[in-house]
């Protein structure tokens, strides 16, 4: 049988056909394209079924605006540097780019398989020198601006990666902090490092969620969680001193305040201590000549900072309440995070949990200022009470609403200001490891810490060499260097950075990705960006999507971009899951492309669900994809064989033709809204209809034919050689790829009312009578459909067996 889709063969013909042409190159001149963007994939070694998925959603979306008229940028590159690569160069006794050059080839290899449209002539990796002298040329842009700190900080230590870890990068596994590869339980170290202030642009980044209306609202909810802006206000004490314990604060104390944070102001009469993280400045000075609070600042900083309890240590300072002038004690609590808000607190046990479990310790008094509206029994002494009311034991203030109250204690008292805090921390950019972009940097004993001349970039990384530790910090050669400002024997900075660096702004490289000069083309940034579709896995919700966000900012600030936002429509893909497991090399379950071929491959992972919906690989669900692809491919192929068409028009013709027509529509309506799974169920209707045209009689030459034509083209963006297999059979010349989005030639919405009253009828026909016994229903509804009235009243008798009692003329007259 000719019918046979022989796909290997298929697949290699219309992909030579494609490069020949050039059909996925963007031309730079092209005028605001659609720019249509996967998340571009870790060489890890192989293409798993994620990625095939993310992929096969990208290239159905840029297909489909192309046939649509639309320039088309759809790049492809590798996010090629990161310790897996270091890790797996170690065990197979290779080095990091060497391995990594071969998972390209291989991936590379594997797209093209899969038959994706890129545009190869753009492509970029980021471990080359050509790629990653602008991260270090935005590095230090970033540096002149500001942005780029060098700090000592407590760092998250993997003593088996020997790295620092970011705090996304430690996972919680029963209660243990492990690194997220090696899954080996995090230490903690003290090290200079380098941050990028992405703090600074803390509240512009939460105010613009609200903008992005074509981001999921889940991924939007992870970022405002992740940046946890909270509202409160600021207020400052007095602290001082009774060194000798004498209780007389008159001669003895050094005068001095501490700002807390506090998201319940109206609170402040409540306060009965004061407490200052073990981090905090006066801990630290308290810790010189206090033996207690030396002590357990050291216990804390050594401890898993989840583990701390409501422990603390009393001092020998005194706060002094702004409000009522009434002195406080003053804490060293490790239960106050150093981090977060002013790293110290006022103490409301009455009304805030970790308060009043921290008073419970430590026998403080519990005051309540603040009473339920309802008058509803609580006791604080068990309880804090953390709700809304009216104020309590709070002078002036007292029936006020606390709403209100909030208010006005912050306007009225100078000790208290507005003020608006943010969980997001500084990002921690450094990495104790070989496979990243060094940081431009050389340390000078004189002069410090000096970025290295514009001229000088890149600086390249030395050979590889195998240690345990840093592999650049046993670069001795590479390592010694010259002081840029004075000349006097240094030392490069090795530390690389943050691989999330490098896809911070990769979207940006694709506009010009040879540009010798700069890192990307502003003026074509300008017209090309935003990025209209970026498509990728929800586990980027948090940190590559903020920094995106963050390098495009920045970018702005530094005149190098109009755009503030990168993404305009995000799509965050489900899961592919394999006996209810997800689908990954590490857990073995990968199913591999090539075993079923691209077009059935891509198909099922379009057609099984939603995008955003997970789904399960089974060999069932994988045959409906087959069997549609082969259907397809057999009526092109039998309508070429046997291409003896009926010439004149008939009834149900027009019925078929208006069918197309609205399948045109819908499934128009469904790739517009991703919703490949139901563009798929529309073509499986539409080549089911026309294979019943074929077999309840000859068909009518043009109509079929163009039927055909439709399910060759609205196919081909998910399942393009197939979609290029069919065209060409049925029309001799062209490619799908290149041919116009087809339309509908008659009015749609008229028809639709139209096959809705057919519908009611139908039904009304099979009320009257019972046609049960019909044995082709679908018969039936074709030809209702085609010629509805005559036609179906006709059936309807002769299903009836010519019974006298049926009255013809009285249904069509209902009808
Ligand atoms: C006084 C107060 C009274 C507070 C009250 C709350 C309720 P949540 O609780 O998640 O909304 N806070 C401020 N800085 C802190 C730090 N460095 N470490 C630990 N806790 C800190 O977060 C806001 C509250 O967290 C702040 O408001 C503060 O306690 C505490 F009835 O101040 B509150
Ligand atoms: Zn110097």
Known sequence: MTSHYDHAQVQEFWQYVWERDDVYELDDDAVDPTYVLGMFPYTSGTLHMGHVRNYAITDAYARYRRMCGDDVLHPMGWDAFGLPAENAAFERKTDPRSWTE????????????????????????????????????????????????????TVNWCPDCETVLADA????????????????????????????????????????????????????????????????????????????????????SDAGTVDVFSTRPETVHGATYLAVSPGHDLARELAEDDDAVADYVETVRDRDPDEVGFDGVETDATAVHPLTGAELPVYVAGYVLADVGTGAVMGVPAHNERDHAF?????????????????????????????????EESGEYDGTESQRARERIVAENDALEDDVTYRLRDWLISRQRYWGTPIPIVHCDDCGAVPVPEDELPVELPEFVRTTGNPLDAAEEWKATTCP?????????????????????????????????????????????????????????????LYTRFFTKALADLGLLEEREPIRELKSQGTVLYDGEKMSSSKGNVVTPEEYGAETTRLFVLSAAHPEQDFEWTANNVRGAYDLQQTLYGMATEFVDEGDARLERRGHDDYVAREIDRTIAAATEEYERFRFHRAATEIRELARLLRRYREYDRPHG??????????????????????????????????????????????????????RLVDRTLEDVRDIVDVADIDEPERIDLVVAADWKYRAAELVADAAGGDDGIDVDGIVDRL
């Open 102 to 153: 071969a998972c390209i080839r291989r991936m590379r290899e594997e797209l093209e398989t899969m038959g994706f449209g890129y545009d190869w002539s753009r492509e970029i990796t980021t471990c080359d020198p050509d790629y990653y002298r602008w991260n270090q040329w935005l590095f230090e842009r970033f540096h002149e601006a500001g942005l780029v700190e060098y700090e000592a900080a």
């Open 169 to 252: 990068q430690v996972s919680e596994t029963d209660g243990d902090r492990v690194c997220w590869r090696c899954e080996t339980p995090v230490g903690r170290r003290e090290l200079d490092q380098w941050f990028f202030a992405i703090t600074d642009y803390a509240e512009e980044l939460y105010e613009g969620l609200d903008d992005l209306e074509g981001w999921p609202e889940g991924v939007r909810e992870i970022q405002r969680n992740w940046i946890g802006r909270q509202e409160g206000a600021r207020i400052t004490f007095d602290v001082s001193r009774d060194r000798d314990g004498d209780d007389d604060r008159g001669d003895d």
């Open 359 to 391: 008073a419970g310790e430590h026998d403080l008094p519990i005051e309540r200022v603040i009473r339920p509206d309802d008058d509803a029994e609580i006791d604080v002494e068990t309880e804090a009470y953390t709700g809304e009311g009216s104020l």
């Open 485 to 545: 400002d004075c000349g006097a024997p240094a030392e490069r900075e090795t530390d690389t950075m943050d691989t999330f660096v490098d896809s911070s702004w990769y979207y940006l490289r694709f506009l010009s990705p040879d540009l010798a000069d700069a890192p990307f083309d502003t003026d074509r940034a300008d017209d090309w960006m935003p990025v209209d579709v970026y498509v990728g896995g929800d586990e980027h919700a948090a940190l590559h999507l």
């Open 702 to 755: 043009e109509v079929y034919r163009r039927g055909l034509l439709t399910l060759a083209a609205l196919i081909a963006p998910m399942a393009p050689h197939l979609g290029e297999e069919c065209w060409n059979k049925l029309r001799g010349e062209g490619l799908v790829v290149e041919a116009d989005w087809p339309e509908p030639d008659g009015d749609v919405a008229a028809y639709q009312r139209e096959r």
